[in-house]
T-cell receptor, first 115, second 115 residues
Framework: GAGVSQSPRYKVAKRGQDVALRCDPI?????LFWYQQALGQGPEFLTYFQNEAQLDKSGLPSDRFFAERPEGSVSTLKIQRTQQEDSAVYLCASSTSGGATGELFFGEGSRLTVL | AQKITQTQPGMFVQEKEAVTLDCTYDTSDPSYGLFWYKQPSSGEMIFLIYQGSYDQQNATEGRYSLNFQKARKSANLVISASQLGDSAMYFCAMREGFHGNKLVFGSGTILRVKS
């Protein structure tokens, strides 16, 4: 596709349920990022992949959060045993490696609401 | 310490006038990049403009310009000839290191353009 695609756009989960959020980056983009954006706040870094390697997961808030990118393209962010504080928009972004500016291209996000 | 500070939670501007959105940053790395993104109500983050720490001139992209004052560690966004479609959330972000792998975002400024 032309841009970063995320699904589902909206997800409502009951507390304690597991959720999986998918990101399809721009074709050929080596780098992939996940961010969490709480209401009215700026995006907060969660994790970073270069191809299939997860090089930085310092932003994952707990061991309930897990991300993978097994073939170096599509990525999945999984949240186990969801809690109300997990309610946020989860943004995926991709970029080329060695780009002049390192500009990130973002998807429209997946809005998670935990009841 | 806060890396990116946006002190204006909200701003109003009259259509066709110019507006400046403030951003200050904190880093000890001599190599860094500064970005501005626009986030309309649809949620997608749209890249506007980039300034590298070694760039001698202020960046410009159409109606957007970045007032880069390195000694003061500020990177204000100037939007000229405001349009109704400019109403959105605006985020300043920084990447540390020339090949840094993530952007750190500020808390954002909501801009409303009045007709």
């Amino acid at each position: 596709g032309a841009g970063v695609s995320q699904s589902p756009r909206y997800k409502v989960a009951k507390r304690g349920q597991d959720v999986a959020l998918r990101c399809d980056p721009i074709s050929g983009h080596v780098s992939l990022f996940w961010y969490q954006q709480a209401l009215g706040q700026g995006p907060e870094f969660l994790t970073y992949f270069q191809n299939e390697a997860q090089l930085d997961k310092s932003g994952l808030p707990s061991d309930r959060f897990f991300a993978e990118r097994p073939e170096g393209s599509v990525s999945t962010l999984k949240i186990q045993r969801t809690q109300q504080e997990d309610s946020a928009v989860y943004l995926c972004a991709s970029s080329t490696s060695g780009g002049a500016t390192g500009e990130l291209f973002f998807g429209e996000g997946s809005r998670l609401t935990v009841l | 310490a806060q890396k990116i500070t946006q002190t204006q939670p909200g701003m109003f501007v009259q259509e066709k006038e110019a507006v400046t959105l403030d951003c200050t940053y904190d880093t000890s790395d001599p190599s860094y990049g500064l970005f501005w993104y626009k986030q309309p109500s649809s949620g997608e983050m749209i890249f506007l403009i980039y300034q590298g720490s070694y760039d001698q001139q202020n960046a410009t992209e159409g109606r957007y310009s970045l007032n880069f004052q390195k000694a003061r560690k500020s990177a204000n966004l100037v939007i000229s000839a405001s349009q109704l479609g400019d109403s959105a959330m605006y985020f300043c972000a920084m990447r540390e290191g020339f090949h840094g792998n993530k952007l750190v975002f500020g808390s954002g400024t909501i801009l409303r353009v009045k007709s």
